[in-house]
């Protein structure tokens, strides 16, 4: 599986877009995307994923390299609640159908008043 | 719908004993992963489990074992338990992918703190 790296901590202000980034320059062709976050010490919760076209839901936006080398993650109102640590994983399909999530040490994201 | 289920929330054991930690899901997923989460760590995977009836090892697998019992639930066992396993056991889910698109996300519970002294 590639490997992920990634900023050990970041801060933003309440209201502003807090701007995660990924590198991921081993990815390759058929390998996707995922975001993760861990609130405190909840169990981690989904995000989004992309392979190769910016993505957005309820939650977030994606954005991918066209060279697919590294991705940003963009919370576009960033609240008191979106403090967590955020893992950006590269996740391959293996054959038989299912995957595996190899987490790394993540990004701290502090938001503040 | 209560999603990932995992039993008990808290444990301490001494050095030696032994102890399953339980995992169930009500989402009729195929796959289910054990992780332990090591102070200030990311998650590292223990074992996993793509359909009933299969299991593998993971990142981790030393002194551990594991139960797909049916689709719902995944056992992990620790045979002797060590002071170097006291962590956060995340247990989680997700479909099997479908075609060319990788299985949707996985799920997680909310952990088992184990500590053991």
């Known amino acids: 599986d590639a490997k992920t790296t990634q900023p050990t901590s970041m801060d933003c202000a309440e209201g502003r877009a807090a701007n995660l980034p990924c590198n991921h320059s081993?990815?390759?062709?058929?390998?996707?995307v995922y975001w993760y976050r861990q609130i405190h010490s909840q169990g981690p919760q989904y995000i989004i994923h992309g392979l190769k076209n910016n993505e957005t839901n309820e939650m977030a936006s994606l954005i991918i390299t066209e060279d697919r080398k590294s991705s940003t993650l963009i919370l576009p109102h960033a609240t008191l609640r979106d403090t967590a640590v955020y893992y950006c994983i590269v996740r391959v399909r293996i054959s038989g159908g299912y995957n595996k999530l190899i987490f790394g040490a993540g990004t701290r994201l502090a938001v503040h008043p | 719908n209560a999603g990932v289920t995992q039993t008990p929330k808290f444990q301490v054991l001494k050095t030696g004993q032994s102890m399953t930690l339980q995992c169930a899901q009500d989402?009729?997923?195929?796959?289910m992963y054990w992780y332990r989460q090591d102070p200030g760590m990311g998650l590292r995977l223990i074992y996993y489990s793509a359909s009933e009836g299969t299991t593998d090892k993971g990142e981790v697998p030393n002194g551990y074992n594991v139960s797909r019992l049916n689709k719902r639930e995944f056992s992990l066992r620790l045979e002797s338990a060590a002071p170097s396993q006291t962590s956060v056991y995340f247990c989680?889910?997700?479909?099997?992918?479908?075609?060319?698109?990788?299985?949707?996300?996985?799920?997680f519970g909310q952990g088992t703190r184990l500590t053991v002294v």
């Open positions: 989680a889910s997700s479909k099997m992918a479908e075609g060319a698109h990788p299985s949707t996300e996985a799920f």
């Open positions: 989402m009729n997923h195929n796959s």
């Open positions: 081993t990815i390759s062709g058929n390998e996707y």
